[in-house]
């Protein structure tokens, strides 16, 4: 039976062996192990012995011997027990640089003592130990940080009463140290790119800004010139509709006059038809014949008729020419 503290329980009983049946416990190099009282009893109808012994020291195998005193009768049973398994490192690399480890020692008891040695022997500065029973053993952890290159860190288990040790080691990556000069370089680089991509962005925004200035001042001084040009164009149409209305009005207030002294005409030229019409209503003597006439030809030498030889004949004709 494993033990909380460490090690291991083993009990060895001989069943109806008598009460002087003796029982011991050998270690590998055949030595007694130093054991419990034997207990004494019935439990299964017969005289039985039973004995425990308690192991804190590594050991793969026990022997359990039974003798009667009485006959020397000997009988032996072995038993193969599980080996105390070595520490266990893991390895954790941290976001800042360095290594976290961890040691573990399962099954070492209590009292075992974890420490970390660095290449040279050294001990390293390490987290104080944890102990645990979870898995049925007691178990021992322990971490230790390193911000300095190592290139191997050995764990050493020790248990305190009996000195026995274990060791393990890992292997560290080794990283390459990185000279002033190139981290300086880097800094700079990454500064200069940094620079260019912001004076790039500000230089962009501010093209566009300034077109989109341009574009809208330019919009707004064709919208002006268009105006000026549509006002001036509707000034110049109306100085020249103003000036044609002008000549139309002139020509028409002269037409209107000339047709005015054509009525004017017209009408003396009706009075005097009517004049002549009356006339010839009237009986005349040859001398007012005469004067007629010679007043007929005047009159038609001013309307220009065709000459006739009769007076009847004439005045229908000049009737008819008249202005109605």
Not at 6 to 21: I, R, S, V
Request: charged share 25%.
């Amino acid at each position: 039976m494993p033990l909380k503290e460490g090690g291991f329980t083993l009990e060895c009983e001989a069943t109806c062996w008598g009460p002087d049946a003796k029982i011991d416990f050998l270690g590998e190099n055949g030595k007694n192990l130093s054991a419990d009282d034997a207990t004494k009893g019935y439990p299964r109808g017969c005289f039985s012995v039973q004995r425990r012994v308690t192991l804190q020291e590594a050991a793969s195998r026990v022997t359990c011997r039974v003798q009667r005193a009485h006959t020397n009768e000997t009988r032996e049973t072995q038993v193969q027990l599980p080996a105390v398994p070595d520490p266990k490192i893991s390895v954790m690399p941290l976001k800042e640089g360095g290594f976290t480890l961890e040691c573990e020692a399962t099954c070492w008891g209590p009292d075992a003592k974890i420490d970390f040695l660095d290449e040279n022997g050294k001990n390293l500065s390490a987290d104080d130990p944890t102990k645990d029973f979870s898995r049925g053993c007691f178990t021992v952890q322990r971490r230790v940080t390193l911000q300095e290159a190592a290139s191997r860190v050995t764990c050493r288990v020790q248990r305190a009463h009996t000195n026995e040790t274990r060791e393990t080691q890992v292997q560290l990556p080794v990283e390459e140290p990185t000279s002033c000069s190139l981290t300086a370089l880097v800094a700079v680089v990454v500064t200069v790119l940094v620079t260019a991509f912001v004076t790039v962005l500000v230089a962009a925004f501010v093209l566009i800004y300034r077109s989109d200035l341009v574009d809208s001042l330019w919009t707004k001084c064709c919208k002006t010139e268009q105006i000026s040009t549509l006002t001036g164009v509707s000034s110049g149409e109306s100085a020249h509709d103003i000036r044609v209305d002008n000549a139309k009005n002139e020509t028409i207030e002269k037409l209107q006059t000339e047709v005015a002294a054509l009525k004017s005409e017209r009408n003396q030229d009706k009075e005097t038809i009517c004049k002549l019409n009356k006339d010839i209503a009237k009986p005349a003597s040859e001398p007012e014949l005469d004067e007629m006439n010679q007043q007929d030809d005047e009159s038609s030498h001013f309307l220009s008729p065709p000459k006739s030889t009769s007076l009847h004949k004439r005045l229908p004709r000049t009737s008819s020419d008249s202005i109605p």
